[in-house]
C-alpha cells in the first residue's frame, strides 16, 4: 500500500540526515536574500514545508522575530528545533497538512520552497490557493520555489508539478501580481543539480 503523505515524510526525516536529502542547503541564499529585500525584522513570516531548513535560523540571526515554521513531518521539526537549541522557543512550530491548514493570523512573507510543486491534485492545489488569499496580509508577498519546467520530474520519490513563470502567472494571477522571477541552479549534497524557479508574487 502506497503510504499517506505525512508517513512518507515522516519515514524520510526519521531515516536521513540532512546531507542525505537532495533539497538541503547549508544557507538558503535564494530565499534568505528574497525575504530580507522584502521585509524587516517585525514582519510576520511563515516557512511552508520548512522541513530540516535552515532558514529559520539564519533570520533568526538577523533579528527577525515573528516566525513560524510548518511541516506535515513531526520529525523534520524536531529536528529544526534540536538545531536551534534554545533559540527555538522563539519560533512557532506547525505540524500540519498545508492543503487542511488553518492558521490563526495572517502573514507578511508566505515562503515555499519545494512544497508546493508535490501538491498535484487540482483540488490540493485549489486549497493551497485559497489559503495564501486569505492568510497574506493585502500587500504581502508569497516567495515561492518550484522545480522548474527544465527541472526534476519527481522528488523524494513522489511526483511534482514543475513551473514556469507564466504557469505560476496563470495559477495565482487573478490576486497575486509577479513582481520577480529566477532560474536557479541547486547542487545538491550528493554533487547533483536541480533547476528551480524562484517568484515572489504581491498580494493585490
Ligand atoms: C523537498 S522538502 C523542502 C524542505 C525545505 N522547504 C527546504 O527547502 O529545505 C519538502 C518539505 O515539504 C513538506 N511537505 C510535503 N508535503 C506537505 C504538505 N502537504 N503540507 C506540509 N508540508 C509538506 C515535507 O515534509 C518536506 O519537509
Redesign the pocket.
Known amino acids: 500500500m502506497t503510504p499517506s ?1 505525512k508517513d512518507h ?1 515522516e519515514n524520510v526525516y526519521t531515516k536521513k540526515s540532512d546531507q542525505e536529502v537532495s ?3 547549508e544557507v ?1 541564499v535564494q530565499s534568505l536574500g528574497l525575504i530580507t529585500e522584502l521585509a524587516g525584522p517585525d514582519a510576520h513570516i511563515i ?7 535552515n532558514l529559520v535560523g539564519e533570520l533568526l540571526l538577523r533579528g527577525y522575530q515573528q516566525l513560524t515554521v ?4 513531526a520529525a ?1 521539526l524536531e529536528r529544526t528545533r534540536q538545531k536551534l537549541g534554545t533559540r527555538a522557543s522563539n519560533v512557532v512550530w506547525e505540524v ?4 487542511s491548514y488553518v492558521p490563526d493570523q495572517t502573514f507578511d512573507v508566505w515562503h515555499d ?3 508546493f510543486h ?1 501538491l498535484t491534485d487540482e483540488a490540493d492545489q485549489k486549497s493551497y490557493l485559497e489559503l495564501v488569499q486569505r492568510a497574506i496580509k493585502p500587500g504581502g508577498y508569497l516567495v515561492l520555489a518550484t522545480f522548474a519546467t527544465s527541472g526534476p520530474e519527481k ?2 520519490g513522489l511526483e511534482i508539478c514543475q513551473y514556469d513563470t507564466p504557469g505560476l502567472e496563470a495559477f495565482f494571477g487573478e490576486h497575486f501580481e509577479v513582481v520577480q522571477a529566477f532560474e536557479n541552479t541547486h547542487e545538491t549534497p550528493f554533487g547533483t543539480s536541480q533547476n528551480f524557479i524562484y517568484a515572489v508574487l504581491r498580494k493585490r
Do not use: H, K, M, Q
Open positions: 503523505r515524510w533539497w538541503y542547503e538558503p516557512d511552508v514545508g520548512g522541513g530540516n531548513s510548518l511541516d506535515i513531518s523534520a500540519a497538512d498545508v492543503t520552497r519545494a512544497t508535490f522528488c523524494s
